[in-house]
C-alpha cells in the first residue's frame, strides 16, 4: 500500500468520524430512542449522496464533507425539529372520552345504590373494576405492543386452552358457561376474554407472513387459526360472542388481504351456513326472542317484557327524567347497570339521552379516524379490532334505548362492573399505545427530512 493510499484511508475515515459526530448530536435531540437506528440511517445516506455528488465535481473529502453538514443545517436544530416528527403522542381526545364514560359510570352506579341497595357493594364494585381497569389501561398505554408479536403463540394457546376446559369444569346454565372463577371471587369472562384477545394474537401470528405477500399459505393458516376458536365457543353455546368473533375475523381478513369481494362471500357462506346451524341445534328458543321485537304484544309478560318496560320508561322520562330518586318498584331497577342507556334517560331525560348518543357517535367516529394514521401493519391491525369490537358493543348499547332491539349479553363498554370492563379499559390502553408510538415505527419505510427552516 503506497503513501497515497494511506492517506486517503485515513481521509475517508476521518470523514466518517465526522458524519458519526454530527448524527450524535442529532440524536442526542430526539428522545424517541427507538427511532435513533432508523434516523442514522436516513440522515447517514443523505449525507454520503451529497458527499459523493461534490466529490465527482472535484471536491476533496473534506470539502465535501463539510459542505454536505453545512447543507443539513445545524445538528441541534434539526434534531429538535426531528423530535417533533418523531416522538411519542397522546390523543387527549379520545383520552378525554374514555375518562367521561368512566365518570358516567361512577355517578350511574352512585345513583344506583343509593336509591336501590341499603349496601354500597354496587359502587364499591364499580369503583374496584373502574381502578383496575385504570391501571390496566396506564400500562398498556406505556407498554411496547410489538411485544405481542413475539408472545403471540402462547396467547393463542392459553385462550384455546381457557375455552376448552372452561365448560368441562364448570356448571352451565342455560346451555353456556363463560366464566372461569379465580381465587377471592374473580372470575374471568373466557368467551368475552376471548373475543377480544384473539384476534391481536392471530394477527401477531400472521405478521411474518407479510414479508411473502398474500399467499394460499397465508390464506389458510388465518382461517385455521380463526376455526378453532370459532369450534370452541360454539361448544360453549355464545352465540352472541361467537357472531361478534365471526364478524371481526372476517373484517381483518379483508384488511390484510384487501380481497374484499372474496370477504364479502365468504360473510355471506358463513352468515347463511350460522343461520342454518342455529336452526337445526338451537334449544334456548334463541331465534324467538330475536324475533320477539317485531310483535311485542306477543308475549309482553315473558319475552317482551324487557322491551315493554325500556319503552314504557323512555316515554315517560320527558325531557329532564324522573330524578336521582329511583322507585323501588322500578321494573328495571336490578338491571339498570347492564343499560346504562336506559337508566340515563330515566333519570336525567331525553336532553341527557340526546347527549349521551351525540357522545357515542363522537367517540366511535374519533377511533375511527385513528386508522389512517397508523402505517405499522401489526398496529393498524391492533387499532381495528379494537376499534370495530368497541364500536359493535357501543351501537348495540344505544340501539337499546330504543326497545326495538333484541335484548343479548352485550355489555356497554366500561361502565358497569366485571372483567369486561378491565379488558375494555386494557384494549383502550393498548390502541392509544398504537397511536403513541405511531411516528416512532417502521421508520425506515417513511421517514422524512424537514427542509431547513419547517418544522
Request: one cysteine or more; proline letters at 3%.
Amino acid at each position: 500500500m503506497n503513501l497515497k493510499e494511506v492517506i486517503e484511508q485515513g481521509k475517508q475515515k476521518e470523514e466518517k468520524q465526522q458524519i458519526q459526530i454530527y448524527l450524535d448530536q442529532i440524536c442526542s435531540q430526539v428522545k424517541a430512542s427507538e427511532v435513533h437506528s432508523d434516523l442514522r440511517e436516513e440522515l447517514g445516506n443523505h449525507l454520503e449522496e451529497m458527499i459523493y455528488d461534490k466529490e465527482q465535481e472535484g471536491f476533496t473529502s473534506e470539502e465535501a464533507a463539510a459542505y454536505a453538514i453545512e447543507q443539513m443545517g445545524d445538528p441541534a436544530d434539526l434534531g429538535r425539529r426531528m423530535h417533533k416528527i418523531h416522538r411519542h403522542r397522546m390523543h387527549w381526545g379520545l383520552l378525554t372520552g374514555v375518562i367521561g364514560m368512566a365518570m358516567i359510570s361512577l355517578v350511574l352506579s352512585w345513583i344506583y345504590t343509593n336509591s336501590l341497595l341499603s349496601l354500597g357493594y354496587e359502587y364499591s364494585s364499580v369503583l374496584l373494576y373502574t381502578s383496575i381497569g385504570m391501571i390496566a389501561m396506564l400500562f398498556f398505554l406505556f407498554f411496547d405492543y410489538r411485544k405481542w408479536i413475539k408472545s403471540a403463540w402462547w396467547v393463542y394457546v392459553l385462550i384455546n386452552v381457557l375455552l376448552w376446559i372452561t365448560p368441562v369444569i364448570a356448571d352451565s346454565y342455560g346451555g353456556m358457561n363463560r366464566f372461569f372463577s379465580l381465587p377471592f371471587g374473580f372470575s374471568i369472562d373466557v368467551t368475552t376474554s376471548a373475543l377480544w384477545i384473539l384476534p391481536l394474537a392471530i394477527g401477531g401470528i400472521i405478521i411474518p407472513h407479510f414479508r411473502s405477500g398474500v399467499n394460499v399459505r397465508m390464506i389458510f393458516t388465518y382461517i385455521g387459526l380463526v376455526a378453532l376458536p370459532m369450534v370452541l365457543i360454539y361448544q360453549i353455546s355464545d352465540w352472541v360472542r361467537l357472531s361478534l368473533f365471526g364478524c371481526i375475523s372476517l373484517l381483518l381478513f379483508g384488511w390484510i388481504t384487501r380481497k374484499w369481494l372474496y370477504t364479502l362471500i365468504t360473510a355471506c357462506f358463513c352468515g347463511a351456513a350460522a343461520t342454518l346451524l342455529l336452526l337445526i341445534t338451537d334449544q334456548y328458543s334463541r331465534f324467538e326472542r330475536l324475533s320477539i321485537v317485531f310483535n311485542l304484544d306477543q308475549d309482553p309478560k315473558g319475552m317482551g317484557f324487557m322491551n315493554n318496560a325500556i319503552i314504557d320508561i323512555v316515554k315517560t322520562a320527558g325531557w329532564w327524567g324522573n330524578g336521582t330518586s329511583i322507585p323501588t318498584g322500578s321494573t328495571l331497577k336490578y338491571f339498570y347497570l347492564s343499560y346504562p342507556g336506559v337508566m340515563l334517560i330515566d333519570v336525567f331525560g331525553w336532553s341527557a339521552c340526546a347527549l349521551f348518543f351525540v357522545g357515542i357517535v363522537w367517540f366511535v367516529s374519533t377511533l375511527f379516524k385513528i386508522l389512517p394514521r397508523i402505517q405499522d401493519k401489526f398496529g393498524s391491525i391492533i387499532v381495528l379490532s379494537v376499534t370495530v369490537t368497541l364500536a359493535l358493543q357501543l351501537s348495540y348499547s344505544a340501539a337499546i334505548i330504543t326497545g326495538m332491539v333484541p335484548i343479548m349479553s352485550i355489555k356497554f363498554p366500561v361502565i358497569g362492573y366485571g372483567s369486561h370492563v378491565i379488558l375494555e379499559y386494557a384494549m383502550i390502553g393498548l390502541l392509544l399505545g398504537v397511536y403513541r408510538r405511531k411516528d416512532t415505527v417502521s421508520l425506515s419505510l417513511n421517514t422524512t427530512v424537514p427542509a431547513r427552516g419547517t418544522v
